[in-house]
């Protein structure tokens, strides 16, 4: 009988978005599985495409003659069948074409570009960096234990000493012994050592270096806290229906601890487990915990690790060579096989949810993995989500139970840094020029008089220069984008930061002629300049300045290079971009300054106010670690705002009392869903009509919906004020109107939770005739509308 394997489609358009059915011929009936690659003939033309089913019967309506065969198979299953029930579930939710959905599944490094070599016809995919590569062990053999070189053999006995722990490189030997290779191959000739050739598994050197200092256990017991979340932790374990535990815990309080703890408890159960760090935060320090905890059976993955390695450690996972995978969002695809359990660290960070198709959030995909395997999901912070949050207080949510454990204290009852509030307004009124305040100058030369530490951040979208023509008002844009340009000093150039083109510094005014072309702003290198005068004046000798931004830790190892500079100082001050408030663990820190607490507020967003408070509580959450405590300094011209006053006094309810009322009334999320439809192309008019098009669409379907009996959903959650359960807004234009030539608008959905807003979308698009040159992006639960 034959078979038939269900395509996807290695094409972009959304009109092959969905499975096309190839017979299995007998011949290749054993290779063809779930997961694999093939290559078929669509259109006449020769295609890739990857088998996501395999079965016994065409749908009735195909005519078996018309079915062609499947012509090759090019890759070993990448994915199973679970993996696929997960594609499906994230192209539906999200509104993806299911393609995008697979790649993420393929390895590191894989691409569904074939090619055919001319003589043999035969095609193969271009898939790099999937090379084994070999390297030599080197041991002692048994006959070799009892072996004496003889006495002026110094380097045999090196040799016979380096090997009497276990069988080492032999790269390594070279490295610390002359010509190792020829004392080694004599020995190898006498049977008194044994060179194995070995796989070399790319990225482990950096994952071993890694747990070089780290301790192996946290010293002392566990905090109350502590315990209460394992016991949680357990109990969401062995429900085995994907429970989720937010682990609400203050910064420093042991969360990565107890990560460690319930992980090293679902390993003993023969279980694996997979742990989300934001990219940001993927140090050799956070590595090295795990990596000192679970050995060799840790894998990492993140973008900063070579496709070869990235693509060796995912293989890894696969072949069940390590157990616990540490990696950034993507993470979550990696082939594990049998998941315990899913910790999300940071988990309200924005760098969780993907920013190209499929825009998924990780805390979703996580959620749903975790219901898949009977695994427990673990969501880490100390300022969770709202929408996190907002679960807890349901209880349940896709049935699964939502529970909040607090770890309120710091172990050793080390108590969270006071924090001062600095109204900049009233500092500039009174006189005082500074762009650090007085309060901060002096806790600053405290500091490093007593020869401690600082961090000091300042929020780069309110750093930037920029030219204005003092007579006429004139700010260059980029000529391709609606935004103004930045001057960088480097270079001495304007730069779009929406799309990276450069231009040369005008000397007069474009548009009026006059001279008086002047920088405005204050940029990152100048805050850098008036930070070392002002230590200068303190210290005559000099304080070092490490300045931590995307500029100076765009290499390869740079932020780490920062970090370990910071570290080795005995006093310094390091001064940096939102990047310093994750993850920082240095007790000797004792000042905390934020030089602009409120140029986050500004941003059309209406997670601006959550963002600066996560951000204002986290940072201020780096001082004070050690037994010499620490302060905050906040400088802001808002200081009376939610957000900023929720975070000096380390209470989170000032925020969410503020908070939850206006998104409740202004419906947003938590408390309903949101789409964003972004259209996009070089023509004004086919943007704006093919976006009316697509709102009308909306609002049709958005007709034929009601209410669920009862009311909205949530158990009678009050939120929806009635009528349709969706909302369509819009057509307008997008925050940024032009990018890269191209016009921007777009249209915004909100839906009471009882609509799946996914298949909503995806339905009322499929009424829309998208024209050529013309494209559209769905981004549901959208973190960025600009
Ligand atoms: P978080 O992840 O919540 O920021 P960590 O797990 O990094 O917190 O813990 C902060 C510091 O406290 C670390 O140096 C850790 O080794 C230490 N620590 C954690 N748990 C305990 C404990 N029970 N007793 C003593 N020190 C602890
Ligand atoms: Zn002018
Ligand atoms: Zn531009």
Known sequence: MTRYASLILDVRTRVLDRTFDYAVPDELAGSVDVGCCVLVTFAHRPAVGYVLGLRDRLDPEVDPGKVRPVEQVLSDPMFDADAVETIRWIAREYAAPVVDVVRLFCPPGFSARAVRDPRSGVWTL???????????????????????????????????????????????????????????????????????????????????????????????ELTQGQRS????????????????VVLDGVTGSGKTEVYLEAIERVLSQGRDAVVLVPEISLTPQTVGRFRSRFGDQVAVLHSRLSTGERYDQ???????????????????????????????????ESSYKQGSSPRYHAREVAAHLARQHGAALVLGSATPSLEALERCSQGRFAGASWTRVEMPQRPGGRPLPPVEVVDMAAEFASGWRSM??????????????????????????????????RDCGYVPRCEHCSTSLTYHERGHMLVCHTCGSQYPVPATCPQCGSHYLRMSGMGTQQVEDRLREQ????????????????????????HERCLEEFDAAPCAVLLGTQMIAKGLDFPEVTLVGVINADTVL?????????????????????AGRGPKGGRVVIQTYQPRHPAVQAAARHDRSVFLDAELPLRREALYPPFVGLANLVV??????????????????????????????????????????GGSPVRVLGPVECAISRLQDRYRWHVLVKADRSVELGPFVSEALGAVKVPHGVSVAVDVDPHDMM
Not at 229 to 244: H, K, P
Not at 445 to 462: H, I, P, S, W
Not at 682 to 699: D, K, N
Request: aromatic share 4%; charged share 25%.
């Open 229 to 244: 979340a394992l016991e949680a932790i357990g109990r969401a374990c062995d429900a085995r229906r994907g429970d989720v």
């Open 436 to 469: 650090f305040s007085r309060a901060l100058t002096q806790a600053l030369a405290e500091t490093v008089q007593r020869g401690e530490k600082a961090v000091l951040m300042l929020n780069q979208r309110g750093f930037a220069r920029w030219l204005l023509c």
């Open 535 to 558: 230590l200068a004046q303190i210290v005559p000798s000099g304080v070092p300045v490490i300045r931590m931004d995307a500029d100076s830790t765009r290499e390869k190892g740079g």
């Open 314 to 348: 995912w293989d890894l996972v696969r072949q069940g060579g390590a157990r616990v995978v540490v990696g950034a969002r993507s993470a979550l695809f990696a082939p594990v096989a049998n998941p315990g359990i899913y910790v999300i660290d940071e988990e309200h």
């Open 602 to 622: 500004k941003v059309c967003d209406f997670r601006a106010a959550e963002r600066t408070y996560d951000l204002l509580e986290q940072v201020a959450g780096r």
């Open 126 to 220: 271009r898939t790099a960096q999937t090379a084994q590569v070999e390297e030599r062990w080197v041991s002692l053999t048994e006959q070799g234990r009892s072996f004496v070189p003889a006495p002026n053999a110094a380097r045999q006995r090196a040799l016979i000493g380096a090997l009497s722990e276990g069988p080492v490189l032999q790269a390594e030997l070279a490295l610390s012994m002359s010509s190792a290779s020829s004392v080694v191959k004599a020995l190898e000739r006498r049977g008194v050592v044994s060179v194995e050739l070995r796989r070399r598994v790319r990225g482990r050197r950096q994952v071993r270096l890694a747990s070089a200092q780290a301790p192996r256990r946290a010293p002392g």
């Open 680 to 721: 996009w192309g070089p023509q004004l008019e086919a943007v704006t009509s093919t976006c009316r098009q697509i709102a009308s669409a909306l609002l049709d379907r958005a007709e034929g919906l009601s209410l669920p009996a009862g009311g909205a959903a949530g158990d009678g959650d009050p939120s929806w004020p």
